[in-house]
Each structure stands twice: as C-alpha cells, then as structure tokens.
Nanobody, 115 residues
Framework: QVQLVESGGGLAQPGGSLRLSCAAS????????MGWYRQAPGKQREAVATVTNGGTTTYANSVKGRFTISRDNAVNTAYLQMNSLKPEDTAVYYCTAWRTGNNYWGQGTQVTVSS
C-alpha cells in the first residue's frame, strides 16, 4: 500500500509560479512511475506529467515548456514546478504512482490561477 500526500496548491496570478509536492509513504525507489494529473470543473481528469524511476519524463502538450516534473528519492517526494501559469491551469491536481502493478492516488490539491 502506498499513501500519497500532495501539498503546495493555492492561488496564483497569471504568469506566476507554484510548486506542488507529493510525499510518498514508501521509498519511491520502489515506484516505477510517478505522475501528476489534473481535473478541472466539468472536465475529465487528464494527465499532466509523468516521471519514471530512470528519470524519463512525459508532458501534456498544454504544459510543455512551462511545467517540470521531478522526483527526489532521498526524501521520497515528487514535485511539479509550474511556471507561466494560465487561468486554464486551474484544477485539482492529483499525484499518482504505479508500483508492482498497482496504481495509487493522492487526495488532490487545488490550484487556482486568477487575477
């Protein structure tokens, strides 16, 4: 069983930055893929970014060049650095992890981009 706890959400102005953190209850060396998804009101949950244990990353086209995903095995935490935020980035952001064939989700953190 893996527990994931997100933090770092909040209110940001357009063009601003936020950094989300996802703390895992186990060593993330055992987690093959960690990722961030988001769900805006009235929309389906969508993938934002993923990072493998080997450091390979993927990004949604809508966030490429603005968001950076990373993971720090020493503190069992994954991050999502979000720069140049836009109002359309407003959503609940969820951390997810794939480990030994199972998929785990955090509770989500709200990100609101508004002036």
């Amino acid at each position: 069983q893996v527990q994931l706890v997100e933090s770092g959400g909040g209110l940001a102005q357009p063009g601003g930055s936020l950094r989300l953190s996802c703390a895992a209850s186990v060593s993330i060396r055992s987690i093959s893929v960690m990722g961030w998804y988001r769900q805006a009101p009235g929309k389906q949950r969508e993938a934002v970014a993923t990072v493998t244990n080997g450091g390979t990353t993927t990004y949604a086209n809508s966030v490429k060049g603005r968001f950076t995903i990373s993971r720090d095995n020493a503190v069992n935490t994954a991050y999502l650095q979000m720069n140049s935020l836009k109002p359309e980035d407003t959503a609940v952001y969820y951390c997810t992890a794939w480990r030994t064939g199972n998929n785990y989700w955090g509770q989500g953190t709200q990100v609101t981009v508004s002036s």
